[in-house]
Structures are given as structure tokens and as C-alpha cells.
């Protein structure tokens, strides 16, 4: 269902799981609701890049516990030096265990691209540009995005941000094809 683009099953997935992963790494990681919905957000996305593109077509283990582990992983670069981390269940024997989940890592873009994705920016609307580049150039929490562009709720700037990110994935592979 993934691979075929249907968003509504991400939106499922997003909402399944986010209150469990914010419990569960709240007992690991000293951080705020903003830094576990980042995380959380990024887990996702990086579950439907890797349906979507074919590198993730079988799990050894749960749904669940990959989007647990790409999580963790985001939190643990980013507070590695700093928080203290408590290990208690079943996910995190699976991420001492599974050298898939472990060695995880994020593709590094080339320069041609880059390229491609600053022309494929140019090519989307500006709402949608001004969310991306807040959150990802100028590295803004969510709840900073919300109130920059007069949102309700965090999750009306998260869905918006998702589908700001899809909306720009399809732009980007449009460029791909064509060229």
C-alpha cells in the first residue's frame, strides 16, 4: 500500500505508534515532546523513503520496532554526549542485537542531487518551500513552524510538513524521470 504512494496509510502508521514511541523514549532520553516528535517524524518519513524506493521490502521485526530503532537512533546522535539512557525492553534488545536496525544510516545526497532538489524547491509552492526550509535549512522544532506560520495545532504543521516533503519527493522524482 506504501509502495503505491497511498498517504493515508502513512497517516495510520504516524498515529499508531507516536504516543507509545513518546513514552518510550521518554524513559531513555531527558528531551522535550518537540525533540520526540521530530524524531518520531523522521522515522516515518524514513520508513516510507525506504518502501517507497525498495531498499525496505521484509522486516525481521516489527514495524513498530524499526520506526522505534530509526528513532532512537535520531535521538541518540543527537544527545549521545550528553543524556543518560535506560535499557528495558524487547525493542531495545533488538537494536543491540540487529546489525539492520544498528547500522541504519541516512544516504548522504551528492552534489548533482542537490541539484536537483534546490530546482525541484523552486518548483513547489511557497507555503510548502517555507515550511521545508524552516525545518530543514533553518532546523526550527515544530511548535516554532506552527506559530512562524499561524497553525492551530502541531499536528496540522506536522501533516503539513508531510505533505509539503511528498509534494516535493514527487517533484524531485519527476525531475529524475525526465532527465
Partial sequence: MLQSGHTKALEILYSAYRDDFFR???RRFQASNPDFEDAWQESVLAFYEQVQSGKLTSLRHSIRTWLFAVG???LLNHYRKT???FWKDS???ALLKDVQLIDFEWDEPTQDEWAIVEKAMQAISPQCREILVQRFYEGKKIPAIMADLGHNSENTTS???SRCLKKLKETVLGM???A
Fill in 24 to 26: 518510550w523514549a521518554g
Fill in 72 to 74: 532512537y537512533k535520531r
Fill in 83 to 85: 543524556k543518560r539512557i
Fill in 91 to 93: 525493542v531495545d534488545e
Fill in 159 to 161: 501533516a503539513t510538513l
Fill in 176 to 178: 529524475i524521470n525526465i
